[in-house]
């Protein structure tokens, strides 16, 4: 159980163009979903936080407006990278957290290797 | 500083030796503390987690937590090289929706 995808788990997209990489909780409803990213032996680092049905929370220094996260439905998040460059290639990875469940569960999806070109 | 330091490593052991990881933190309200297991190019997985301070053992994983030094360490037993990974620790705080705030990573190569 607490299985989380991402698709697509990798892509590459020129300079410019716009991304949209999905995460879904595919056997348990996820009221929150946390996106992140990873640059290569660095840690994860939060940019946002969003709740079914409301806007997301973003990460202080996170452009709302270059990463669009929507979370409409309880078992599926999108997170858009838009006009992409190439310092926004990078690890992104999801993670899921259940109602009712303990404050330090959360379960990860696999990440999305973003290359821009 | 930052809140969580994690030495990257990398940490090349032989198979079957004792690995320790560690962490240290500086925010005294974190009281959660897990530690996550990495594979290349994987989402991370839970591994362990520890509420305040304490042992906590599970197979050939250990997880110490001492409050009073801000100091937590990860502890393997019997290493594999199915054990080679980045080794992430994370901890949280009450409010904030207990969102963990993660070390680097410890990129641990156990070799036969």
């Known amino acids: 159980g607490a299985v989380v995808s991402q698709h697509p788990s990798w892509v590459i997209c020129k300079s410019g163009t716009s991304v949209k990489i999905e995460c879904r909780s595919l056997?348990?409803?996820?009221?929150?979903m946390f996106w992140y990213r990873q640059f290569p032996k660095q840690s994860l680092m939060l940019m946002a936080t969003s709740n079914e049905g409301s806007k997301a929370t973003y990460e202080q220094g996170v452009e709302k407006d270059k990463f669009l996260i929507n979370h409409a439905s309880l078992t599926l998040s999108t997170l858009t990278v838009t006009s992409a460059h190439p310092e926004d290639s990078s690890f992104y990875i999801c993670?899921?957290?259940?109602?009712?469940?303990?404050?330090?569960?959360?379960?990860f999806g696999p990440g999305t290797r973003l290359t821009v070109t | 500083q930052k809140e969580v330091e994690q030495d990257p490593g990398p940490l090349s052991v032989p198979e079957g030796a004792i690995v320790s990881l560690n962490c240290t933190y500086s925010?005294?309200?974190?009281?959660?503390f897990m530690w996550y297991r990495q594979y290349s190019r994987k989402g991370p997985e839970l591994l362990m987690y520890?509420?305040?301070?304490g042992n906590k053992e599970d197979g050939r994983f250990t997880a110490q937590v001492d409050k009073s030094s801000k100091y937590i360490s990860l502890f393997i037993r019997d290493s594999q090289p199915s054990d080679s990974a980045t080794y992430l620790c994370a901890m949280s705080a009450p409010g904030g929706s207990y969102i963990p705030t993660f070390g680097r990573g410890t990129s641990l190569i156990v070799h036969p």
């Open positions: 056997d348990f409803q996820a009221t929150t």
């Open positions: 925010n005294s309200a974190f009281q959660y």
């Open positions: 520890t509420y305040s301070s």
């Open positions: 993670s899921a957290r259940q109602l009712g469940q303990a404050n330090y569960e959360q379960y």
